[in-house]
């Protein structure tokens, strides 16, 4: 992503200020102080919020970038309105401009001693780092694993599908007492009563999980799946949860199955 696409954005918002913390290929990150339409001064002392702009792609024809960019930002906004009336952790959605590809969400995640944002990922990692194997196994970790496997089996269990879940996407909200985690970035979610589609989403945080955290993904997988089965056998699901989740495992273990055969091929 280059300059001109930072630069596009802040015409696109101006006046604003935008700190880039984040440029892939499909979106740019900005984080600011700035409401997009309340001035109130609690807003103003407190908080942060944040922006993802989808910028248009030179490689595709004009019309139908502009109508997938539309479509995408339209998708993930949904998608967010629906979890948050859901009661499924995510950032508050703020505001969209569809034609411009931008979203205005609330800014979630605390930063970390280090300096990092409290991403699972991140926050693992600085476990890791400070070289203390009890903190990688203590009960805040695996309170944190199980309630990320929660969070995951309550939004397969109304149909949605994340279509990313890395631990990077998962953000540790609250504080260092007492961590919910949130969801983010949705550019990739959709909506499904699939068993496979479910079991896809759980394998690619399995791989997320064996590949940034190797030395306790074993562990941090088998707390994950607990949390998992936990949000089956809530009230509101008693009627149909544990035939779902016995149905997902099972899909799960076809998708590890194919995972790995298709590894052994190269
Ligand atoms: P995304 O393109 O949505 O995956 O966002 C890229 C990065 O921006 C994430 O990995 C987070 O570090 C950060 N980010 C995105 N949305 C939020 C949010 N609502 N709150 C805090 N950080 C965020």
Same mark, same amino acid.
């Given at each position: 992503?280059?300059?001109?696409?930072?630069?596009?954005?802040?015409? #696109?918002?101006?006046?604003?200020? #935008?700190? !880039?913390?984040?440029?892939?290929?499909?979106?740019?990150?900005?984080?600011?102080?700035?409401?997009?339409?309340?001035?109130?001064? *609690?807003?103003?002392?407190?908080?942060?919020? $944040?922006?993802?702009?989808?910028?248009?792609?030179? +490689?595709?024809?004009?019309?139908?970038?502009?109508?997938?960019? =539309?479509?995408?930002?339209?998708?993930?906004?949904?998608?967010? +309105?629906?979890?948050?009336?859901?009661?499924?952790? &995510?950032?508050?959605?703020?505001? &969209?401009?569809?034609?411009?590809?931008?979203? %205005?969400?609330?800014?979630?995640?605390?930063?970390?001693?280090?300096?990092?944002?409290?991403?699972?990922?991140?926050?693992? %990692? *600085?476990?890791?780092?400070?070289?203390?194997?009890?903190? &990688?196994?203590?009960?805040?970790? =695996?309170? !944190? &694993? *199980?309630?990320?496997?929660?969070?995951?089996?309550?939004?397969?269990?109304?149909?949605?599908?994340?279509?990313?879940?890395?631990?990077?996407?998962?953000?540790?909200?609250?504080?260092?007492?007492?961590?919910?985690?949130? #969801? $983010?970035?949705?550019?990739?979610?959709?909506?499904?009563?699939?068993?496979?589609?479910?079991?896809?989403?759980?394998?690619?945080?399995?791989?997320?999980?064996?590949?940034?955290?190797?030395?306790?993904?074993?562990?941090?997988?088998?707390?994950?799946?607990?949390?998992?089965?936990?949000?089956?056998?809530?009230?509101? *699901?008693?009627?149909?949860?544990?035939?779902?989740?016995?149905?997902?495992? =099972?899909?799960?273990?076809? !998708?590890?199955?194919?995972?790995?055969?298709?590894?052994? #091929?190269?």
């Amino acid at each position: 992503m280059s300059e001109k696409h930072i630069s596009r954005a802040q015409q #696109l918002i101006p006046a604003i200020d #935008l700190k !880039v913390i984040s440029q892939g290929a499909e979106a740019i990150v900005f984080q600011t102080k700035t409401h997009p339409y309340s001035s109130h001064p *609690y807003l103003k002392n407190h908080s942060q919020f $944040i922006i993802k702009y989808r910028p248009p792609k030179p +490689y595709r024809h004009s019309k139908i970038d502009a109508q997938i960019t =539309k479509t995408r930002t339209a998708g993930e906004a949904k998608f967010m +309105y629906k979890l948050s009336k859901l009661g499924i952790a &995510c950032p508050a959605l703020i505001s &969209c401009d569809l034609n411009n590809g931008i979203i %205005w969400m609330e800014n979630l995640g605390i930063d970390l001693p280090n300096g990092n944002v409290s991403s699972v990922k991140n926050w693992l %990692w *600085y476990l890791e780092n400070e070289g203390r194997e009890d903190d &990688c196994t203590s009960d805040t970790v =695996k309170e !944190v &694993c *199980y309630k990320v496997g929660q969070l995951i089996g309550r939004l397969h269990l109304a149909d949605m599908i994340h279509g990313d879940l890395t631990t990077s996407n998962l953000i540790l909200t609250g504080s260092q007492d007492l961590w919910e985690p949130a #969801l $983010i970035d949705f550019g990739l979610s959709s909506f499904s009563g699939l068993a496979e589609d479910k079991a896809v989403d759980l394998y690619v945080l399995e791989r997320s999980v064996t590949s940034t955290h190797s030395v306790f993904a074993k562990l941090y997988n088998s707390w994950l799946l607990d949390g998992y089965e936990s949000a089956h056998s809530l009230k509101e *699901y008693k009627k149909f949860g544990k035939a779902k989740h016995t149905e997902t495992i =099972k899909r799960l273990e076809e !998708v590890r199955l194919r995972g790995r055969k298709r590894s052994m #091929l190269g």
